[in-house]
């Protein structure tokens, strides 16, 4: 008892751990984006780090259970590299400089309910409106959607929370003359295109999650699949990234020992390795629901350090915004974990009725 007491503490640690990791993530690349380093070379050393960081681990780890590599597994995990890795990175963190560390992060507790809208589009799951489950998530995902508009529609009037700010950038550039624009929004034409990068980047990986399902059936390997999908989101955002900058920009692939090469090394061993193998070892030991409830953190922990470390303004709509998109997250898992149990509740039953007919027959034949 009191060892399974002490395995729930380190798991809730663990995703304690996660949260801010994640959140250090979206932080840090605003801070890298604010240096002048362009976000696709940013996203492809990302995936060079985690690569180079998880692909050892997988190797070691995994030695003698990988299942033969074929080209139906390469497909998916080329797709799922689009998805979940190279494609979403560059278009959220884009959207993290175009409108706001916390904006992006309040958009990203979307993807719970973008996933349902999904797998119900692609026929994986029903909508179940008769059940108390299905009119949850519904519900849930209906107020997800409003949290989202009330976020990006209504500014209100700024919210301070601490009584000084400390912005890292004018910290490692003293002398710097740079204006900052990072939450004044003043450009409105900018914000929008970043809440829709943001967006798209939301439903590019609910796609993903969907795709997920399928890669870890056909290949049940958690940390080959992760580092496989890794070296591909790798090459593709390094294919981008030298497509896409020119001049100047280029220079952004030189890391000396300053903010960006800190930046980069955290978001790929920390952000992506050491947080894939802490959400797998929590999922493993008490499901992917679990997992989910920690979301709302990010955004808590997001908030707060960019406001504190970035100079960035809160404003009343994202307070209440982010609000509202958490309680449609709780309200879509709620739904979720109903349906689960009543899954389990199901499957238990089915197996004692194929069990008691064999008891009966045993027994029947024995008295005779």
Same mark, same amino acid.
Request: positive net charge.
């Given at each position: ?34 240096d002048?380093?362009?976000v ?6 990302r ?78 799951e029903?909508?179940?409106l ?104 790798a ?7 030298l ?11 030189? /890391?000396?020992?300053?903010?960006? @090469?800190?930046?980069? =090394?955290?978001? %790929?061993? +920390?952000?992506? !390795?050491? #947080?894939? $193998? ?17 979301n ?7 908030? /707060?350090?960019?406001?504190?470390? @970035?100079n960035?303004? =809160?404003?009343? %709509?994202? +307070?209440?915004? !982010?609000? #509202?998109? $958490? ?33 009966s ?8």
């Amino acid at each position: 008892m009191m060892m399974r007491r002490i395995e729930k503490v380190q798991q809730v640690g663990a995703m304690l751990a996660v949260a801010v990791f994640l959140g250090g993530n979206i932080v840090l690349s605003k801070v890298a984006a604010n240096d002048g380093m362009p976000v696709s070379i940013m996203v492809a050393y990302r995936w060079i780090f985690a690569t180079a960081f998880l692909s050892p681990i997988a190797i070691v780890v995994e030695w003698n259970k990988r299942p033969k590599l074929t080209w139906m597994i390469l497909l998916q995990s080329f797709l799922s590299a689009m998805l979940g890795g190279s494609l979403f990175s560059n278009m959220f963190f884009r959207g993290v400089v175009l409108t706001s560390a916390t904006f992006a992060t309040a958009i990203y507790n979307l993807i719970p309910a973008m996933t349902f809208v999904v797998a119900i589009l692609l026929r994986m799951e029903n909508l179940k409106l008769h059940k108390a489950s299905g009119k949850a998530k519904a519900m849930g995902t209906v107020i997800c959607v409003s949290g989202a508009m009330l976020l990006t529609l209504y500014r209100g009037p700024e919210v301070h929370i601490w009584g000084s700010n400390i912005d890292l950038f004018r910290l490692s550039h003293p002398h710097s003359n740079r204006v900052h624009h990072s939450t004044s929004f003043a450009n409105s034409r900018s914000f929008a295109l970043g809440a829709s990068i943001t967006l798209i980047s939301c439903f590019c990986y609910a796609l993903w999650i969907v795709l997920l399902a399928k890669v870890s059936k056909n290949y049940p390997c958690h940390y080959s699949s992760t580092a496989l999908m890794g070296f591909m989101g790798a090459i593709q955002s390094v294919v981008f990234a030298l497509c896409t900058t020119r001049g100047e920009a280029a220079h952004g692939w030189v /890391l000396g020992w300053n903010i960006r @090469l800190f930046v980069v =090394l955290f978001m %790929g061993i +920390v952000g992506s !390795g050491i #947080v894939v $193998i802490l959400m797998t070892w929590c999922a493993n030991k008490s499901g992917p629901l679990f997992v989910s409830i920690f979301n709302p953190l990010i955004l808590v922990f997001v908030a /707060l350090a960019s406001s504190l470390l @970035l100079n960035e303004t =809160l404003h009343l %709509g994202s +307070v209440l915004g !982010g609000f #509202v998109i $958490i309680m449609g997250l709780y309200v879509v898992l709620w739904g979720k974990a109903r349906d689960m149990k009543i899954t389990v509740i199901s499957s238990n039953d089915s197996h004692q009725d194929d069990v008691l007919p064999k008891t009966s027959t045993k027994s029947s034949s024995a008295n005779n």
